[in-house]
C-alpha cells in the first residue's frame, strides 16, 4: 500500500478543484493494522552428490509497519473521514536456499500539526504532534518466523518445525485536531471575525451579515515589517467560529470550536458596540464568553487579552461608552475598529504584534523532543 498523502482544506486560503465539497474535518477515527509476519520455511538442501543436506529454510519478512507523519501541507482531517482503514503489507514467507522473505511495505499517514492521537479503546493519548516533520511507529509490524534451519540440533538434524510469522499490531485511533495559532479571535457570532482576519492577513473567509456565517476555524498569516527587516514579525491568527451561552456544553458546537483556542498564546475579544447584533449590553456580551471560556476547563479565561470594540462605524455611542468604562475599570486593553472602513485596524495589528513579541520572549525554550523511532 502506498503512503496515505491525503488533501486537505487550506484554512485561510481558496480551496480548488474537488477540495471545495469538502468541510474542515478537525475530528476522526481510523482503523489501522500493521503487517503480519511471514512464516517460516521448512525445507532442505537437494542437489547432486549431497545425498543427505541439511535443512536450509529460510525467514519469514518483517511486517509494514503503520507510522504517522505530522506535515504542514495538511490542516484538516477530511482525509482520514472518508478513508477510515489502513493496513501494511505482510511479510513475505521464507524460502528454501536460505532466502529470507522480503519485509512488507509500511505505510505512511500524513497528519496535520496540532493533532493529537489517542486509543480509542482506552483513551489513552498516544502522541502529540505539536511540530512540523515529526515521525512515529504508532503500530508494529509483526517479526517474520524461523525457518526449519534454525531447530536442527546433533541429535535432530532433519527437522520439519518452522514457527509462523507473528501478528502486526491493531488499532483503533480516534484523532482530534487542536489548531496551533498565536492569536485566537473569540465573540459573539456576527461580530466581525472574519472580517477582521480578512483585512489583515490574506485570508479569505465567507463574510455574511447573519450569525454563524463562519462553520469552521480560518487561520491566517499577519506580517509586519519587510521580511529582510530583523524587526520582522510574522503570527497566526485563527478566527474561532461565533460563540453562544451555552458554548462550553456543546451549544452552538462550542465544545468543538473551543478546543481551538487552547493553544493560543492571545485572547482578541470582539464586542460589537453597534445596533445590528440586537444584543443591548455590550459588558454582558463579554462575561458571556468569558464565562464560556471559564466554564471550558482548560485555563482559557487565563490567556492574555485584548478587548476589541467592533464595528465603531455605525457605533452606539452608549455602548461604546459603557464598554470603554468596563475595560477601564477591569484594566483591560481596549481597540476601537472598524474592519469595514479600517479605522483602528492597523494599531490593533501592532498591539496584537507587540504583545505576541514579548509572550515568545518570555516563554522558555522547549527541548528538543524525542519522538518514538519510525
Request: aromatic content about 6%; glycine content about 14%; overall charge neutral.
Given at each position: 500500500m502506498?503512503?496515505?498523502e491525503?488533501?486537505?482544506?487550506?484554512?485561510?486560503?481558496?480551496?480548488?478543484?474537488?477540495?471545495?465539497?469538502?468541510?474542515?474535518?478537525?475530528?476522526?477515527?481510523?482503523?489501522?493494522?500493521?503487517?503480519?509476519?511471514?512464516?517460516?520455511?521448512?525445507?532442505?538442501?537437494?542437489?547432486?552428490?549431497?545425498?543427505?543436506?541439511?535443512?536450509?529454510?529460510?525467514?519469514?519478512?518483517?511486517?509494514?509497519?503503520?507510522?504517522?507523519?505530522?506535515s504542514e501541507r495538511h490542516n484538516t482531517l477530511v482525509h482520514f473521514r472518508f478513508n477510515p482503514e489502513y493496513k501494511a503489507e505482510r511479510?513475505?514467507?521464507?524460502?528454501?536456499?536460505?532466502?529470507?522473505?522480503?519485509?512488507?511495505?509500511?505505510?505512511?499517514?500524513?497528519?496535520?500539526?496540532?493533532?493529537?492521537?489517542?486509543?480509542?479503546?482506552?483513551?489513552?493519548?498516544?502522541?502529540?504532534?505539536?511540530?512540523?516533520?515529526?515521525r512515529i511507529i504508532i503500530a508494529r509490524g509483526g517479526r517474520g518466523g524461523r525457518g526449519n534451519q534454525h531447530f536442527a540440533t546433533p541429535t535432530h538434524q532433519t527437522p520439519r518445525e518452522c514457527e509462523p510469522g507473528r501478528p502486526g499490531e491493531e488499532k483503533v485511533l480516534r484523532l482530534e485536531?487542536?489548531?496551533?495559532?498565536?492569536?485566537?479571535?473569540?465573540?459573539?457570532?456576527?461580530?466581525?471575525?472574519?472580517?477582521?482576519?480578512?483585512?489583515?492577513?490574506?485570508?479569505?473567509?465567507?463574510?455574511?451579515?447573519?450569525?454563524?456565517?463562519?462553520?469552521?476555524?480560518?487561520?491566517?498569516?499577519?506580517?509586519?515589517?519587510?521580511?529582510?527587516?530583523?524587526?520582522?514579525?510574522?503570527?497566526?491568527?485563527?478566527?474561532i467560529p461565533g460563540l453562544i451561552e451555552g458554548a462550553h456544553q456543546g451549544a452552538g458546537l462550542g465544545t468543538q470550536f473551543l478546543r481551538h483556542v487552547e493553544r493560543t498564546r492571545l485572547l482578541v475579544h470582539l464586542v460589537d458596540v453597534s445596533d445590528s447584533g440586537g444584543r443591548p449590553d455590550p459588558v454582558k456580551d463579554f462575561d458571556v464568553i468569558m464565562g464560556e471560556l471559564t466554564n471550558f476547563g482548560a485555563g482559557l479565561e487565563d490567556k492574555p487579552?485584548?478587548?476589541?470594540?467592533?464595528?465603531?462605524?455605525?457605533?452606539?455611542?452608549?455602548?461604546?461608552?459603557?464598554?470603554?468604562?468596563?475595560?477601564?475599570?477591569?484594566k483591560l486593553k481596549l481597540y476601537p475598529?472598524?474592519?469595514?472602513?479600517?479605522?483602528?485596524?492597523?494599531?490593533?495589528?501592532?498591539a496584537i504584534g507587540e504583545q505576541i513579541r514579548e509572550l515568545r520572549a518570555s516563554e522558555p525554550s522547549l527541548p528538543a523532543m524525542e519522538a518514538p523511532e519510525a
Amino acid at each position: 500500500m502506498l503512503p496515505c498523502e491525503g488533501s486537505g482544506l487550506g484554512c485561510g486560503a481558496a480551496a480548488t478543484g474537488w477540495e471545495e465539497t469538502f468541510m474542515f474535518i478537525d475530528e476522526a477515527k481510523i482503523r489501522i493494522k500493521a503487517g503480519d509476519g511471514g512464516n517460516g520455511c521448512v525445507a532442505f538442501r537437494r542437489e547432486k552428490f549431497v545425498p543427505r543436506g541439511g535443512p536450509n529454510g529460510g525467514d519469514g519478512g518483517r511486517g509494514g509497519d503503520v507510522i504517522m507523519e505530522s506535515s504542514e501541507r495538511h490542516n484538516t482531517l477530511v482525509h482520514f473521514r472518508f478513508n477510515p482503514e489502513y493496513k501494511a503489507e505482510r511479510g513475505r514467507h521464507g524460502e528454501g536456499w536460505q532466502k529470507t522473505g522480503r519485509d512488507g511495505e509500511h505505510v505512511v499517514l500524513k497528519v496535520p500539526v496540532g493533532t493529537i492521537v489517542y486509543d480509542a479503546a482506552s483513551g489513552e493519548r498516544l502522541y502529540d504532534f505539536s511540530r512540523a516533520d515529526e515521525r512515529i511507529i504508532i503500530a508494529r509490524g509483526g517479526r517474520g518466523g524461523r525457518g526449519n534451519q534454525h531447530f536442527a540440533t546433533p541429535t535432530h538434524q532433519t527437522p520439519r518445525e518452522c514457527e509462523p510469522g507473528r501478528p502486526g499490531e491493531e488499532k483503533v485511533l480516534r484523532l482530534e485536531l487542536k489548531l496551533l495559532a498565536d492569536v485566537g479571535l473569540v465573540g459573539y457570532p456576527n461580530v466581525g471575525k472574519s472580517t477582521l482576519i480578512s483585512r489583515i492577513s490574506a485570508a479569505r473567509p465567507k463574510i455574511a451579515d447573519y450569525p454563524f456565517t463562519t462553520l469552521e476555524p480560518n487561520l491566517g498569516v499577519v506580517s509586519i515589517g519587510e521580511v529582510s527587516d530583523p524587526g520582522h514579525l510574522s503570527f497566526v491568527v485563527a478566527d474561532i467560529p461565533g460563540l453562544i451561552e451555552g458554548a462550553h456544553q456543546g451549544a452552538g458546537l462550542g465544545t468543538q470550536f473551543l478546543r481551538h483556542v487552547e493553544r493560543t498564546r492571545l485572547l482578541v475579544h470582539l464586542v460589537d458596540v453597534s445596533d445590528s447584533g440586537g444584543r443591548p449590553d455590550p459588558v454582558k456580551d463579554f462575561d458571556v464568553i468569558m464565562g464560556e471560556l471559564t466554564n471550558f476547563g482548560a485555563g482559557l479565561e487565563d490567556k492574555p487579552m485584548l478587548v476589541v470594540a467592533s464595528k465603531i462605524d455605525a457605533a452606539n455611542e452608549d455602548k461604546l461608552t459603557k464598554l470603554k468604562k468596563f475595560c477601564t475599570r477591569k484594566k483591560l486593553k481596549l481597540y476601537p475598529i472598524s474592519a469595514v472602513t479600517g479605522e483602528g485596524v492597523d494599531k490593533l495589528k501592532y498591539a496584537i504584534g507587540e504583545q505576541i513579541r514579548e509572550l515568545r520572549a518570555s516563554e522558555p525554550s522547549l527541548p528538543a523532543m524525542e519522538a518514538p523511532e519510525a
